[in-house]
């Protein structure tokens, strides 16, 4: 108790003071991730809203990592922050080190509960299309290599009913907002590719979709569609 007094004391606030700002960094962060479909959070956001009313340097740090530790215990959270990938094309290197540069770090929450607990008890039935169209479309570009063009990506969509022009699809709404949410939660990221026939778009998986629990949970659900055909193919 005494070194975390010491800990306030450099930065001349109380306890009390400090635990304010440990829940306005939780309450963001739960309320931004609802409100905007799980897109990532910069750490400039957060820093901003503790440096509203104080100006201590290392204040931000310490505020942020025992949101994150209260995140992970009370509320089963877990606070990452995103190493964003860069596109795998070298067309733009000096674009992207320049982009990444000024890039602030980022954050989602992703829960630490077991996923049937989660799925039984946490799980919002309302967006599960959304959850639903989000695996179909990685494992697409899973199964790509990793990346595949725009027309290509459409292609594979229109087989089970989404098309790009469709803009009140009767779950999805608007099918091409749809798949820029992805790209916006960064599950995917795209980039122009200059070739023969001119630019082609390039979907990517980003680092969220390349995140290995995402990775093992989208391999367990292709493994299951195939097994599931094959089960099928042998029956007829």
């Keep these: 108790m005494s070194n975390h007094a010491e800990d306030l004391s450099q930065f001349d606030i109380s306890v009390q003071e400090k635990d304010k700002l440990v ?9 931004k ?8 959070i910069r750490r400039e956001e957060l820093t901003q809203l503790i440096t509203k009313n104080y100006r201590q340097r290392n204040l931000p740090v310490m505020i942020i990592n025992e949101a994150i530790a209260k995140l992970s ?7 990452r922050e995103l190493q964003r990938a860069r596109p795998s094309s070298t067309n733009h290197q000096g674009r992207n080190s320049q982009q990444s540069a000024a890039e602030a770090k980022t954050y989602v929450i992703m829960s ?12 919002d039935v309302d967006t ?3 959850t639903g169209f989000t695996f ?7 199964i790509s290599g990793g990346k595949i063009s725009e027309e290509n990506l459409w292609q594979h969509l229109r087989r089970i009913g989404l098309d790009e022009a469709n803009e009140s699809h009767p779950v999805l709404g608007n099918t091409k907002q749809a798949l820029e949410a ?7 990221q795209k980039d122009k590719q200059s070739g023969p026939e001119g630019n082609t778009l390039i979907y990517e998986l980003a680092e969220r979709a390349l995140d290995s629990q ?9 493994s299951q569609i195939v097994n599931k055909d094959v089960g099928s193919v042998e029956d007829e």
């Design 23 to 31: 829940a306005e960094v939780i309450r963001y962060v739960l309320f």
């Design 33 to 40: 991730t609802h409100h905007n479909s799980g897109c990532p």
């Design 73 to 79: 215990t009370i509320f089963g959270y877990e606070m």
């Design 112 to 123: 630490k509960l077991p996923a049937e607990v989660y799925k039984k008890y946490v799980e």
């Design 128 to 130: 599960a299309h959304l």
């Design 136 to 142: 179909v479309v990685l494992s697409i570009v899973h």
């Design 182 to 188: 992805l790209v916006q939660q960064r599950y995917l």
């Design 214 to 222: 995402v990775t093992a949970t989208l391999k367990d659900y292709i």
